[in-house]
């Protein structure tokens, strides 16, 4: 093996390694950040509610705008693979409606404070123009998430979509946002409602 070959190497290593150490922060901040959201939370908030302290956070992340736009990238990216393997095994619309609608009730209940920390995220990226960039290409990310699911939907059901993707995400991203308020609100019809809501929406999208 050449020099320029172990160099190369061990400078792979080295990245590997401290984008590791920034997934295990991430993984440590998204607690306190669910909890207190985007104005409430600095980086030394998080430091003093987990193991890491403030100097290690501030070497992986030049600041907390850098924190939480990785933390909600990487929560969303996973959020996002959820649905795939339900589209890719569901052989009937039946399936694939009652799976999709199964996940998305349960991270609804299990994951409410990650989702309401995306919500707070997008809001401020109105106001703040360094969360833009990555708020709109974890928009885009989600989309195309919802686009893939309501494909395979038409296409099982033999319809044509009845509405673009940009405008099928908005409208099943809204009935999310809804539901989740009402879910934080302490509403026990938060789930249910959503469930009726999203199969009317996709009944009028792919009408059979």
């Known amino acids: 093996m050449s020099t320029t ?9 080295q990245v590997d390694k401290f984008e ?20 409430r939370t600095s980086l030394r908030e998080i430091a003093q509610n987990s193991a890491f302290s403030h100097g ?22 996973v959020c996002a693979k ?11 619309t039946e399936d694939l409606a009652d799976g999709f609608l199964t996940a998305l009730l349960t ?3 299990q994951d409410a404070t990650m989702h309401r920390l995306w919500y707070d995220l997008r809001s401020q990226a109105l106001f703040e123009p360094s969360f833009r960039e990555d708020v709109l290409e974890i928009d885009a ?18 319809s044509p979509v009845q509405a ?4 099928a995400y908005a409208m099943f991203d809204g009935l999310f946002q809804q539901a989740l308020l009402r879910h934080l609100a302490g509403q026990e019809d938060a789930g249910p409602t959503l469930r009726t809501s999203v199969l009317s929406l996709v009944a009028a999208l792919v009408p059979q």
């Open 5 to 13: 070959e172990e160099v190369g190497r061990v400078s792979r290593r």
């Open 20 to 39: 590791e150490r920034r997934r295990e922060l991430a993984d440590a901040a998204l607690q306190t950040l669910s909890e207190l959201g985007y104005a």
């Open 56 to 77: 290690v956070l501030h070497y992986y992340f030049r600041d907390k705008v850098e924190l939480i736009t990785y933390c909600v990238r990487q929560y969303k990216s």
């Open 82 to 92: 959820r649905y795939d393997n339900i589209v890719a095994t569901a052989d009937n």
């Open 107 to 109: 991270t609804l209940k």
């Open 141 to 158: 990310m989600l989309e195309r998430m919802i686009w893939r699911v309501l494909s395979r939907y038409a296409e099982l059901a033999n």
């Open 164 to 167: 673009t993707s940009p405008a």
